[in-house]
């Protein structure tokens, strides 16, 4: 995918060789304390003896279970200064809260999604088509809004998966919230680290998840259409 791309009818567009290098790099990065592609398990954070008269199981310990993240801070954090970012908090926060959207459940695929959007916001630095800030114009021209989409608005790439035309903001929309709040705010899926990765989770699932089991394939356009 190109940041500044205009007339691009591709739902996904791959960014070559270089984030295929940069893909390899989170993969091994995230793989580097797992064995297998499954998340590790459940690990007790706590444990405490139930009070007396409290009916108890097995031993009377009760367990409290956590799930490790399937890529954790410093990971992320790691990923994006790949490409010179520095994101706050709630872009990891965002992006862990998306996965379930996207179906995502293993390291791998996780990193995959990671990389795509590492790689097309530039380390998430940018939520919004570069070109189109100084060339709108051009942009509303590029992305007319013929299927749905108002007609005040530029439906321009926007969030760490660079969402854009009309319709996909209204897929998005109904996906997510069963309303059509992106096809009226599409600005929120590039101010809102939250909404834009709940965007990208619906594109994902749509989209790539079907193919996921390699990288190559989720770069594929005719894997991917």
């Given at each position: 995918?190109?940041?500044?791309?205009l007339?691009?009818?591709?739902?996904f567009?791959?960014?070559?060789?270089?984030?295929?290098?940069?893909?390899l790099?989170?993969?091994?990065?995230?793989?580097?304390?797992?064995?297998?592609?499954?998340?590790p398990?459940?690990?007790?954070?706590?444990?405490?003896?139930?009070?007396?008269?409290?009916?108890?199981?097995?031993?009377?310990?009760v367990?409290?279970?956590f799930?490790?993240?399937?890529?954790?801070?410093?990971?992320?954090?790691?990923?994006a200064?790949?490409?010179?970012?520095?994101?706050?908090?709630s872009?990891?926060?965002?992006?862990?809260?998306?996965?379930?959207?996207a179906?995502?459940?293993t390291?791998?695929?996780?990193?995959?999604?990671?990389?795509?959007?590492?790689?097309?916001s530039?380390?998430?630095?940018?939520?919004?088509?570069?070109?189109?800030?100084?060339?709108?114009?051009?942009?509303?021209?590029?992305?007319?809004?013929?299927?749905?989409?108002?007609?005040?608005?530029?439906?321009?790439?926007?969030?760490?998966?660079?969402?854009?035309?009309?319709?996909?903001?209204?897929?998005?929309?109904?996906?997510?919230?069963g309303?059509?709040?992106?096809?009226?705010?599409?600005?929120?899926?590039?101010?809102?680290?939250a909404?834009?990765?709940?965007?990208?989770?619906?594109?994902?699932?749509?989209?790539?998840?079907?193919?996921?089991?390699?990288?190559?394939?989720?770069?594929?356009?005719?894997?991917?259409?």
């Open positions: 995918m190109n940041m500044k791309r007339t691009t009818t591709t739902k567009k791959p960014g070559g060789m270089a984030v295929t290098a940069l893909a790099a989170l993969l091994v990065a995230v793989a580097a304390n797992s064995v297998t592609t499954e998340p398990p459940p690990l007790p954070v706590e444990h405490e003896h139930e009070p007396e008269g409290k009916a108890s199981s097995n031993d009377g310990v367990w409290t279970f799930t490790a993240p399937l890529v954790t801070l410093p990971e992320f954090n790691a990923a200064a790949l490409k010179g970012g520095s994101p706050n908090a872009w990891y926060n965002g992006f862990i809260a998306s996965l379930p959207k179906l995502i459940t390291r791998d695929e996780a990193a995959m999604f990671l990389t795509h959007a590492d790689w097309e530039v380390g998430f630095q940018y939520t919004r088509e570069v070109y189109c800030q100084t060339n709108m114009a051009a942009c509303q021209t590029a992305y007319p809004a013929n299927a749905g989409g108002l007609q005040t608005v530029v439906y321009y790439g926007r969030g760490p998966l660079q969402v854009t035309w009309d319709y996909n903001y209204i897929a998005a929309s109904l996906y997510l919230y309303n059509y709040t992106l096809r009226d705010q599409p600005d929120l899926v590039a101010s809102d680290p909404v834009g990765w709940a965007a990208a989770a619906w594109f994902w699932e749509a989209n790539v998840h079907a193919v996921a089991q390699t990288f190559g394939n989720t770069t594929d356009r005719k894997s991917v259409v």
